[in-house]
């Protein structure tokens, strides 16, 4: 089963994909949406989760640094909420704190971009981050079943 990992944030959330066997995730995309303006983007998420047979979704969850949730953690609880309702798909959320800091840091170091390259591909590398440490913390209790 494929897994979806969402990087939500209140202009963009990154996409990415899992392999079938849970092992490795890939950032595929980034959806434009506006917060304010309640366009949450579940229409392109759902010819994604078509295109790739998504069986289930990791969204990040964006802890407070002493591990309490602020504004951004209830705006993802609620995209969540969102994709529970439209999908009936399952929906774990992985602490996503650093991730975004980790991926800048991965384009600088391993990559020679500018600042506004980076700034196109960084939420679709977060999520990635975030469907592999999840991958990484919750697969291998599934593989080894």
Do not use: C
């Not at 079938?20 to 595929?28: D, E, P, R």
């Not at 991730?99 to 999520?127: F, G, N, P, W, Y």
């Amino acid at each position: 089963m494929k897994l979806m990992g969402l990087d939500v944030g209140s202009r963009t959330v990154g996409v990415a994909i899992s392999d079938a066997l849970g092992w490795t995730a890939q950032g595929i995309e980034i959806i434009r949406i506006d917060e304010e303006a309640e366009v949450f983007g579940i229409d392109r998420v759902a010819e994604l989760v078509k295109e790739h047979d998504v069986g289930g979704f990791v969204v990040g969850l964006p802890k407070n640094m002493n591990n309490t949730l602020g504004p951004r953690a209830a705006a993802s609880q609620h995209y969540g909420e969102m994709l529970t309702e439209r999908f009936h798909l399952p929906v774990d959320f992985e602490d996503e704190r650093l991730t975004t800091v980790e991926a800048e840091r991965m384009l600088v170091e391993q990559a020679d971009t500018s600042r506004r390259k980076r700034k196109r591909v960084i939420d679709k590398l977060a999520a990635g981050l975030i469907l592999q440490n999840y991958l990484d913390r919750h697969g291998k209790l599934t593989r080894e079943k």
